[in-house]
């Protein structure tokens, strides 16, 4: 069935240090793996996304990388800070849908 | 542009009482979402639309129903509340098919007593 497993649920980290977020999907068809980040009392919000036709795209301090042959994509974040603390998560979309289906959130925590 | 706008913001409703959601977007995108937010559950899809005057199910449909009668438009009702319905709940709209980025409102946080 349609799934998206997001590992771990909660993940702390030393300011400065980086911090890897991993996901799986079920459906090979999956073509576009965006991930959000949500602020405590906010709005999710779109911060990097990545096609089936590329394996790794960077933006700054975040880059996102794909492996489609184990339906597998990783979010990766470089020198953390502080603002860097919220919930983040995947999503994998379903070509025989029209909708994403989203992983059940991580909560980065960066200690200073 | 306002984006995706939600109201109402917070809403507490006793159970078996009926209510609406609106959702408005001024960014013409064709489709709309609407998803539930539990703790610990992620987001999850309730309803969607992929253009003006349809529907579909997402993963957990039932005690919704949802009308989308203009494109900027997306409605979601609770026919009669229920206390499994506390929630917080995100409309979101994007462009066309699931290879878009979605946008989201800021949340309508509902809780049924």
């Known amino acids: 069935g349609e799934n998206v497993e997001q590992h771990p649920s909660t993940l702390s980290v030393q300011e400065g240090d980086s911090a890897v977020i991993k996901c799986t999907y079920s459906?090979?068809?999956?073509?576009?793996f965006p991930w959000y980040k949500q602020e405590l009392g906010k709005r999710p919000q779109l911060i990097i996304d990545?096609?089936?036709?590329?394996g790794e795209k960077k933006d700054q301090r975040i880059a996102v990388t794909l492996n489609k042959t184990a339906k597998h994509f990783s979010l990766h974040i470089t020198e953390t800070q502080p603002e860097d603390s919220a919930v983040y998560f995947c999503?994998?979309?379903?070509?025989?849908?029209?909708?994403?289906?989203f992983g059940s959130g991580t909560r980065l925590s960066i200690r200073p | 542009n306002a984006g995706v706008t939600q109201t109402p913001k917070f809403r507490v409703l006793k159970t078996g009482q009926s209510m609406t959601l609106l959702c408005a977007q001024d960014?013409?995108?064709?489709?709309m979402y609407w998803y539930r937010q539990d703790p610990g559950m992620g987001l999850r899809l309730i309803h969607y639309?992929?253009?003006?005057?349809?529907?579909a199910k997402g993963e957990v449909p039932d005690g919704y129903n949802v009308s989308r009668l203009k494109k900027q438009n997306f409605l979601l009702g609770l026919e009669s509340a229920a206390p499994s319905q506390t929630s917080v709940y995100f409309c979101?709209?994007?462009?066309?098919?699931?290879?878009?980025?979605?946008?989201f409102g800021d949340g309508t946080r509902l809780s049924i007593l």
């Open positions: 999503a994998a979309s379903y070509s025989s849908a029209s909708k994403i289906i």
């Open positions: 960014m013409n995108h064709e489709y």
């Open positions: 979101a709209s994007s462009w066309g098919y699931s290879n878009q980025p979605q946008h």
């Open positions: 459906d090979s068809a999956s073509n576009y």
């Open positions: 639309s992929v253009g003006e005057g349809t529907t």
């Open positions: 990545i096609r089936s036709n590329v």
